[in-house]
């Protein structure tokens, strides 16, 4: 089998598989195709790839050649012209926002598999691309918020007087959020962090935030571990709480979502105004609408003296340990549809294969986005 990994569109710096992948590729038997320069934004340089086994193509070549396609981005325009019937192309599709390429594929027979819709399963941990990226938003985005506050993270007591810890308040306390409140901790701040899911409250004591409370969530089991919507009465107690905690902190950091919806709206655009001038708020949840109300998608603005920084996407920042990770994560899960002579074999009878594809034969097979799609 070949397999192709493909170049990411410019400001992308990450690679989906990098050389010591294409290593490991090669131990399974597996030829391996780079598209040229895939992996410069992350340090890997093509006679790198070619030193661990891989063979550096045009992009024309890559995709012609591959069996399997391996990216982190949905292919572009040009791509999607240049792929054939038959191919298998491997990917974070984000198939809820990018239904005209969905149906695309299902008319081109082609089989996708998408990540973000791997199911989150403890099997499916090794493979779970959203935690590893996830977590590497979640540090970003406190090193990104202590390099913009006008302030020290840890307590000093120095000649000069004593500095007080900054205060960060974490709004969601999944995987993103245990990591920023993990991070601000070892940079030495007082963390607070409030969550609808009552179930975290002892992961976040345990690695030293406080838990705000607020009764009367709803809190769905049938929801796998993750939230869901609130009711208006609690939506208004959590209001007025994180107001109270959030003019007395110095940095926000916005992760709350709920999975294919709108992000929850939890920082009102009066609690901003109230905040104290110079504090910052990073919402990682800007690309599906914002935590925080003023939050602008892909920008940085100040507002009444408070930055804000709308991004989703600051494992892009990272490129060389957020390439290392999804290429761990990407070699898990062709583990399981690879033999060990190196051919494809696409066991729909394995639940993450399954739960993971997207299209194929001709058809949209994920019922969930087949749902989504057909309205
Ligand atoms: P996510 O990105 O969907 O949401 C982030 C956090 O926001 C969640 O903790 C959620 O409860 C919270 N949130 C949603 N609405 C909110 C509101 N109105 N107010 C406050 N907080 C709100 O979630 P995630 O980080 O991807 O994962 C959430 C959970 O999924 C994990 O804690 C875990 O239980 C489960 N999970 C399982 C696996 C696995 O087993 N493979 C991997 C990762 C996560």
Redesign the pocket.
């Known amino acids: 089998m070949v397999l192709g990994i493909l170049k990411e569109i410019k400001d992308e710096r990450r690679v989906a598989m990098l050389p010591e992948n294409v290593a490991t590729l090669v131990k399974m038997n597996v030829s391996v195709i780079v598209e040229k320069d895939a992996g410069l934004g992350a340090f890997a340089s093509n006679s790198d790839y070619e030193s661990a086994g891989g063979k550096i193509d045009t992009k024309e070549n890559v995709i012609h050649q591959s069996d399997v396609l391996v990216k982190i981005n949905p292919p572009t325009t040009e791509e999607r012209g240049l792929i054939k019937d038959g191919k298998v192309f491997i990917a974070v599709l984000s198939p809820y926002y990018n239904p005209d390429l969905i149906k695309e594929f299902a008319t081109k027979n082609i089989t996708s598999f998408s990540f973000d819709v791997i199911?989150?399963?403890?099997r499916?941990?090794a493979i779970?691309i959203?935690?590893s990226m996830?977590t590497v938003a979640g540090y970003k985005a406190v090193l990104t918020a202590a390099n913009t506050l006008p302030k020290f993270f840890p307590m000093f007591m120095t000649a000069a007087g004593t500095i007080t810890p900054a205060k960060v308040l974490v709004?969601?306390?999944?995987?993103?959020?245990?990591q920023a409140i993990a991070t601000s901790r070892k940079l030495g701040a007082v963390v607070e962090a409030?969550?609808?899911?009552a179930?975290?409250k002892e992961?976040v004591t345990g690695i030293g935030g406080k838990f705000i409370e607020v009764e009367g969530?709803s809190d769905d089991k049938a929801a796998?571990?993750?939230?869901?919507?609130?009711s208006d009465e609690f939506?208004q107690k959590?209001a007025q709480a994180i107001h109270d905690h959030a003019i007395q902190s110095d940095v926000i950091i916005c992760?709350?979502?709920?999975?294919w919806k709108k992000?929850?709206v939890?920082l009102k655009k009066e609690t901003v105004e109230a905040m104290k001038p110079g504090s910052v708020v990073i919402d990682l949840a800007a690309s599906t609408g914002g935590?925080c109300e003023v939050t602008k998608n892909n920008e940085t603005i100040i507002h009444n003296g408070v930055t804000v920084i709308g991004n989703s996407f600051l494992a892009v920042d990272m490129p060389a340990d957020a390439s290392k990770m999804f290429g761990k994560n990407v070699i898990n899960f062709l583990k399981l549809i690879i033999t060990k002579e190196g051919s494809l074999n696409l066991n729909w009878e394995d639940d993450i294969v399954k739960g993971s594809a997207v299209t194929h034969n001709r058809e949209i097979v994920h019922e969930k986005v087949k749902a989504a799609i057909d309205g």
């Open positions: 199911p989150r399963t403890t499916a941990q779970d959203l935690s996830a709004l969601g306390a999944g995987v993103s959020g245990l409030f969550d609808v899911r179930a975290v992961e969530a796998g571990g993750y939230a869901v919507e609130q939506k959590q992760t709350a979502q709920i999975p992000a929850p939890l935590n």
